[in-house]
């Protein structure tokens, strides 16, 4: 790689690439159009919109004006077996697009998993779609390098995520880097300052909460209801959710007679261990209160995983061991309804995935609030039409985790509705084209 390459590489194409739609169809909602016109005329830009207030009829829509509009080609990238969804969605929508696995059959608006974008090349697009954003964050630093590298030459991209910062606004040091305004570096020194209680934290700065929102505003939308927009909710109104928490005895430590809190992380995941199969237990007992009720049951460990698959005869369970093509037919055929009950993690299926078909669902106790929050949202999402039953089964030494979890779900919802409230002030402020209103009236003596 010669010197003008390395320039290259790093270069970052002007921030206002966007252009005036050239079609919008009736099937959007008032606000989905309003997020899709601005969004196409900003160029690259982020959607942070809730789970089922379509996000996905909008990137496509997104997708469709860029290819009218340039004539070239859009790689729309998903989380595992959410590209056959988005495919189905398209057709419904009268929308061409084409699921590609090894880069090849390209199609105008091509549909891939982000663990198959090596197969495929930026000079083949002109713009990219990046669906559920903020998993971008849990890939190891090789992949989420090289999937901004893989952006960074489009001059259309577009991020779409409900949970663009679930516990902090740092994160959405990844949105900024992804569609090249700044980097994830230059964003933190500019706003934000090291918290000198410990220089690991960052805060913003006493004067640049203001500047901060604007800049965010400016290339982004955060609405969790239309509402947030101005716009009436009309039926994308949700029913709460039951959230039920099941504790059980744990395991008593030698010479002692009662449970003792798991405080450290070694205790809490010595605890985990060793209250396996006292939990798969109660997790069996919950799927057998509706047997006939699709069920999804959320583990972080292997052992757990593998527990309940053992004491749940209709249930399938989906390891990180298998190969993609396993993941994807698995999760497939949950959504056809061909398998009542899945056994699995958030990281793999907790994403994207459309599950309003099923309402009953269990936990285990997680430090990870976004994807505590994803995996509900399957199942929680507008068009759910039954009330959904969550289960969180837990021991008396584990009270710690679960203390934690409420928390960060109290935290997450008043961090999201600041980030709306912040952002709103400054969305009348910014446009992205000049639009005149009045004709130049020149002064009777010119």
Aim: aromatic share 10%.
């Amino acid at each position: 790689m010669d010197y003008q390459d390395f320039i290259k590489r790093k270069s970052q194409i002007e921030t206002n690439a966007g252009f005036s739609p050239v079609w919008m169809p009736d099937f959007l909602f008032d606000f989905q159009r309003h997020l899709v016109d601005w969004s196409i005329r900003k160029g690259r830009a982020a959607l942070f919109a809730d789970c089922g207030l379509g996000k996905t009829p909008m990137q496509l829509v997104w997708a469709e004006n860029v290819v009218r509009k340039t004539n070239g080609r859009v790689l729309v990238l998903t989380p595992l077996a959410v590209a056959h969804q988005t495919v189905r969605e398209a057709e419904k929508f009268g929308i061409e697009a084409v699921y590609s696995r090894e880069g090849k059959n390209l199609g105008k608006i091509t549909v891939a998993n982000y663990e198959r974008l090596h197969y495929f090349n930026a000079d083949d697009f002109t713009g990219c779609v990046c669906d559920e954003s903020s998993i971008l964050k849990h890939y190891a630093g090789k992949t989420r390098t090289a999937i901004i590298d893989f952006m960074r030459p489009l001059p259309y991209r577009l991020l779409c995520t409900a949970t663009p910062s679930p516990n902090d606004v740092t994160e959405l040091g990844n949105s900024v880097e992804a569609l090249g305004i700044r980097t994830r570096v230059q964003m933190l020194s500019e706003y934000f300052i090291h918290d000198s209680a410990n220089t690991g934290d960052w805060r913003l700065k006493g004067h640049a909460s203001e500047p901060f929102w604007r800049f965010v505003a400016s290339w982004a939308r955060a609405v969790r209801k239309p509402s947030d927009l101005g716009f009436h909710d009309g039926n994308f109104t949700v029913k709460p959710y039951r959230l039920r928490t099941h504790t059980i005895e744990g395991h008593v430590p030698e010479g002692e007679l009662f449970p003792i809190s798991a405080i450290t992380r070694d205790e809490q995941l010595r605890e985990l261990r060793d209250t396996v199969e006292m939990r798969a237990d109660k997790v069996a007992e919950l799927r057998h209160l509706s047997p006939k009720r699709p069920f999804v049951a959320w583990c972080s460990l292997n052992a757990e995983s593998e527990s309940i698959a053992r004491r749940i005869d209709d249930a399938k369970e989906l390891r990180g061991n298998m190969v993609d093509d396993e993941k994807e037919e698995l999760i497939l055929a949950f959504s056809r309804g061909e398998i009542r009950c899945l056994v699995t993690k958030a990281q793999m299926a907790g994403f994207g995935l459309n599950w309003q078909h099923c309402a009953d669902t269990s936990f285990f106790p997680s430090h990870s609030h976004e994807q505590f929050y994803q995996a509900l949202r399957r199942f929680h999402r507008f068009g759910q039409e039954r009330e959904v039953n969550a289960h969180i089964v837990t021991t008396d030494s584990l009270s710690p985790i679960v203390e934690n979890m409420k928390r960060k779900e109290r935290q997450a919802n008043e961090l999201f509705q600041m980030v709306c409230r912040s952002m709103s002030k400054h969305y009348k402020e910014i446009r992205t084209e000049y639009e005149p209103t009045r004709k130049v009236e020149l002064p009777s003596w010119m």
